[in-house]
Each structure stands twice: as structure tokens, then as C-alpha cells.
């Protein structure tokens, strides 16, 4: 399915540096007078995650991430489609089903329903994967000085998770981002990736 705006997905495990690029890539498009928008399509602050945590442990693994994967599924054809989104120039979207896909595998549950969906959806236009090595991934998370969601931002589920990501690399086309550098060189490389698709199609 093709959209009008440009969809520049940006993926990670938990701690990888993906929030910060998200920002920082808002704030140089609107500088450069985009019409930007970012979209998260699964919160832990929204009624979804809320009414799931009611019964989060005591349901499957296989349900649980499934759950997951069809209210983002749901979330991204609803605001995605709608009107007052397509307007907009660029959107950047914070996980797609490529998370869903990624945790799954990182569980050992089943991907066919997620898969199901991804072939439904909205094809992003740059699929950036920003990639670090689980331990210091967790290490960022510690150093957030939040309380740690154990049951995704574990060392076990982070490292296999990362290697989900990097096995469907090339499959979904992911430009794979070192995120154990400078902020800076991080940054750089970010943008020159979305400044290659902007200007493609504004030639």
C-alpha cells in the first residue's frame, strides 16, 4: 500500500537510541520546514496497554505478543489513513510491526498472524534499525533511573530480540545504524539516510 507522505520507521531493542534520534530527526525536519509528525502506536500510558495489564500474567506468551501486534496493526491503519495525518509531509514512526515481529521471535512464540499483518500494512518508506549490544542497551536502561520493565528489558529477551532484528535486516530492507558511537555520528548517519529518501522524491 503506497502513502503520500513519506513513513520513515525507526526500530530497536529497548535501549538502543532510537527515542533520541526520533527527537532529534523532528527537530532538523521542522527546521527545514517539513510538516512532521511522530507516532507511537502502542504506549504504555494508553487504555490498550492499561486494560491489558489487568491480565498480563496470567494469559499466554503466543496471546500476549499477538494482542500486541493487532492493536498496533489496528492503531497504524486508523492514524495513518486518516485525514488529518495524510497532510503531513513526513511521518516518523516510533516501533512498527517490525517490533512485534523482533519480540516475538525474541519469546519463541509464533510469527505468522504478525507477518499476516505486516504484508496488510503501510509500507514505510525507511525502515532505519538502530542496533547495540544487549549489555549496553541494558545499561542505558538502568541509567534512566526509571523502574526497569523486566519483562522486555531483560538481557536474555534484548539479545535475541537483536538478533531478529539483524536476521530480517535484509528482508525489510533496514538501514542498520551502530549505536555504540557519539551521539553525533549516530545522528549523522540518521540523517543522511532520511535526506537520501526526502530527496529523492522531491527530484
Known amino acids: 500500500m503506497k502513502n503520500k ?3 520513515l520507521c ?6 538502543s537510541g532510537k527515542s533520541t534520534n526520533i527527537r532529534l530527526t523532528y527537530e532538523y525536519l521542522k527546521e527545514q520546514g517539513f510538516k512532521v509528525k511522530v507516532c507511537t502506536f502502542v504506549t504504555k500510558r494508553g487504555e490498550f496497554f ?3 495489564s489487568t491480565i498480563i500474567d496470567d494469559i499466554p506468551q503466543q496471546l500476549y505478543c499477538d494482542l500486541f501486534a493487532f492493536e498496533r496493526f489496528k492503531s497504524i491503519r486508523k492514524r495513518l489513513l486518516n485525514e488529518n495525518t495524510i497532510d503531513y509531509d513526513v511521518i516518523i514512526s516510533n ?3 517490525y517490533t512485534d515481529l523482533a519480540y516475538s521471535i525474541g519469546y519463541g512464540r509464533d ?3 504478525i507477518l499476516t499483518m505486516l504484508d496488510k500494512a503501510i509500507t514505510p518508506d525507511l525502515n532505519l534499525l538502530f542496533d547495540v549490544d544487549a549489555n549496553i542497551a541494558m545499561d542505558r536502561i538502568y541509567k534512566r533511573n526509571k523502574a526497569v520493565w523486566k519483562r522486555q528489558e531483560n538481557i536474555e529477551l534484548l539479545s535475541k530480540t537483536r538478533c531478529a532484528y539483524l536476521d530480517n535486516a535484509e528482508k525489510y ?8 558511537r557519539s551521539a553525533n555520528l549516530v545522528f549523522d548517519e540518521c540523517i543522511n539516510h532520511v ?7 522531491s527530484s
Open 5 to 7: 507522505f513519506k513513513l
Open 10 to 15: 525507526f526500530e530497536g531493542i529497548d535501549g
Open 50 to 52: 492499561k486494560t491489558l
Open 95 to 97: 516501533r512498527y510491526l
Open 111 to 113: 510469527t505468522n498472524s
Open 173 to 180: 530492507n533496514f538501514k542498520i545504524i551502530d549505536t555504540n
Open 195 to 201: 535526506n537520501a529518501i526526502l530527496n529523492k522524491s
